[in-house]
C-alpha cells in the first residue's frame, strides 16, 4: 500500500474507531456500559490548586505505564521486562478534541523531557520534597498521577480534563486478541533489550512483538523520539485492523477486546461510560484530515544534566505556540513545531537500502 493512501487510512481508522465501536447498533453502548466497571479509578486532581483555567474543547492525559502488574514471570521473560517496575511512564500522550467534535490532536510529550517537578510528598517514603529538576516520566513514581497531571499542566499551560492510564497487561491481551497488527519499517529493527528483531518491509506483530515495537529506544538514532513515532503509527495501524478485520461487527470479540484493554486500565473518576459515549457521538463524523499526530517541538535530544544524564529539552518557543493553539482550540500551527506525522518524514532519514512502505 503506497504511504500516502496508508496515512490516509490510517488517520480514517484512528478517527472512526472511537466513534463506531460506540455507536454503531447500540453495540458499543453495552460493551462501554459493561466494560466500565472493570475500570480502576484514581483520583488525578487531588490536592490540586492554582491550575490553568480549562480551555475550549477537552483535553485527556494518556498514560502508558511500566507496571508488571498481572503479568506472570514466564510472560515478564517474554516479553523482556523483567522484574523491576519503578511505576514510570513510559508513554505520555496528550489528546486534545475540539470542542466542535469535528477535529483531533495526539501530541507525543517525551518521557525524557527535562521538567522540574513541584512540590510534593514522595509517593515510596512519605518525604517531603521541594520542587526539582528531573526526566518528565519520573512525576508518576514521586507523586502517582496528581504529580503527573500537576507536571504536564506547568510545561504545557493547558488543563487536563480528564486522565487514563493502561499498562503493559492490557496492551499485550488486546493486540492478542484482535488477532495481530501489521507494520511495515523501511529497514530492518533490532533492539535486543526490547526483544525487536523485524526485517525490513511488512510483519504482522502478535502481542509481544508488538510490545517490543513500541517500546525499543536502541533501534537508531532517533531514541524516545523515533520511538514515539511508532507508537503514533501503531495506533493508528491496531485501529485499521480493527476495521477492517470485522472487529466491529463482532459484538462477542469487540467486548473481548475492550475488556482486555479496560482491565488494565485507570481512569478518574468523571471518566465513565456517559462521557464516553457522548465523546463518541462527538467523534461520529470525523474526517480523515480531522485527526493529526504531533510531538513537542525539541530544541535538543540529549542535553547532558548533572544528575539526570541525557535529557531532551523543548523548544519553547516552539512549543508554547502549538499549546497556545490548543488550548484555543485551533488547528496547530504549521512550519517549525510539531513533528511530521508517522511515515511522513524526509525521504533522507531512510537509508538506501530500505524497502518502500
Known amino acids: 500500500m503506497p504511504a500516502s493512501r496508508r496515512r490516509r487510512w490510517g488517520l480514517r481508522a484512528a478517527a472512526l474507531l472511537a466513534g463506531l465501536v460506540l455507536t454503531t447498533g447500540g453495540v458499543g453502548h453495552a460493551v462501554i456500559n459493561a ?104 512525576a508518576l513514581s514521586h507523586g502517582g498521577p496528581p504529580l503527573m497531571v500537576r507536571t504536564v499542566e506547568d510545561m504545557t499551560g493547558l488543563h487536563v480534563d480528564h486522565y487514563v492510564e493502561v499498562s503493559f497487561t492490557g496492551f499485550v491481551r488486546a493486540v492478542d486478541e484482535v488477532g495481530g497488527v501489521e507494520v511495515c519499517t523501511p529497514r530492518p529493527l533490532r533492539d535486543e533489550q526490547a526483544g525487536l528483531d523485524l526485517p525490513a518491509g511488512t510483519s504482522r506483530l502478535d502481542g ?8 525499543a529506544r536502541h533501534v537508531d538514532g532517533a531514541s524516545d523520539l523515533g520511538r514515539m513515532r511508532r507508537q503514533q503509527e501503531f495506533m493508528a495501524a491496531f485501529a485499521e485492523e480493527a476495521i477492517s478485520g470485522g472487529l466491529l461487527l463482532d459484538p462477542a470479540r469487540l467486548g473481548t477486546v475492550v475488556r482486555s484493554l479496560l482491565a488494565s486500565v485507570r481512569a478518574d473518576p468523571g471518566f465513565g461510560a456517559e462521557e464516553m459515549l457522548r465523546l463518541a457521538e462527538a467523534l461520529r463524523d470525523f474526517r480523515p484530515s ?13 542535553r547532558a544534566v548533572p544528575g539526570l544524564g541525557s535529557t531532551v529539552a523543548w523548544d519553547e518557543r516552539a512549543a508554547e505556540r502549538l499549546f497556545t493553539a490548543l488550548d484555543e482550540d485551533r488547528p496547530l500551527p504549521s512550519g517549525p513545531g510539531p513533528a511530521p506525522a508517522p511515515g511522513n518524514e524526509p525521504a533522507s532519514a531512510e537509508p538506501a537500502t530500505g524497502v518502500a512502505c
Do not use: Q
Not at 509481544?208 to 517500546?215: C, F, G, H, N, S
Open 35 to 138: 466494560a466500565e466497571h472493570g475500570v480502576d479509578r484514581v483520583d488525578p486532581f487531588r490536592g490540586l490548586r492554582d491550575r490553568p483555567e480549562a480551555g475550549s474543547g477537552l483535553n485527556i492525559l494518556l498514560i502508558g505505564t511500566d507496571s508488571r502488574e498481572g503479568l506472570t514471570a514466564e510472560e515478564r521473560e517474554r516479553y523482556h521486562l523483567g522484574n523491576a517496575s519503578c511505576y514510570c511512564a513510559d508513554t505520555i500522550l496528550l489528546l486534545h478534541l475540539s470542542a466542535s467534535g469535528d477535529r483531533a490532536t495526539v501530541v507525543s510529550l517525551p518521557r525524557d523531557s527535562y521538567a522540574t517537578l513541584p512540590e510534593h510528598t514522595f509517593a515510596v517514603s512519605g518525604a517531603h520534597h521541594a520542587p526539582h529538576a528531573d526526566k518528565l516520566n519520573a
Open 208 to 215: 509481544a512483538e508488538a510490545l517490543a515495537y513500541v517500546r
Open 290 to 302: 480531522d485527526a493529526r499526530f504531533a510531538s513537542v517541538p525539541v530544541e535538543d535530544t540529549a
